[in-house]
């Protein structure tokens, strides 16, 4: 697959959720990383903790992004460990991430 880009593309904001590293990142239209955060995933907090701590860094990676007048992302994309249903954006028991059973990531 190759991939293609224009010029018209706007940026993106991509989240890597791993079994331990949250990786959230602003990319501009020709992929380079204009802002980037790591934080740990801490899965031991849980659910409910681990989808705080990715939006915490999300809203933080934005916020430096527009501080250093980017423009804001058109699209947010979410890399997550399996097995899970892309069509529904369902995270379903992954192995390092314990008590993730149907959790959506996506709206």
Do not use: C, F, K
Not at 35 to 57: A, D, N, Q
Not at 62 to 71: I, Q
């Amino acid at each position: 697959m190759e991939l293609v880009l224009a010029e018209d593309r706007a940026p993106v904001l991509a989240i890597d959720l791993g079994g331990t590293l949250i990786r959230v990142a602003h990319l501009g239209p020709d992929l380079t990383v204009a802002h980037r955060e790591v934080i740990p995933t801490m899965p031991t907090v849980g659910v409910e903790g681990v989808l705080e701590r990715m939006i915490s860094t999300a809203r933080s990676v934005l916020a430096a992004a527009e501080a250093a007048g980017l423009p804001a992302p058109a699209a947010v994309g979410v890399a997550s460990p399996g097995p899970l249903d892309p069509q529904r954006g369902v995270v379903h028991q992954p192995p390092n991430l314990p008590g993730w059973d149907e959790v959506p990531l996506a709206h």
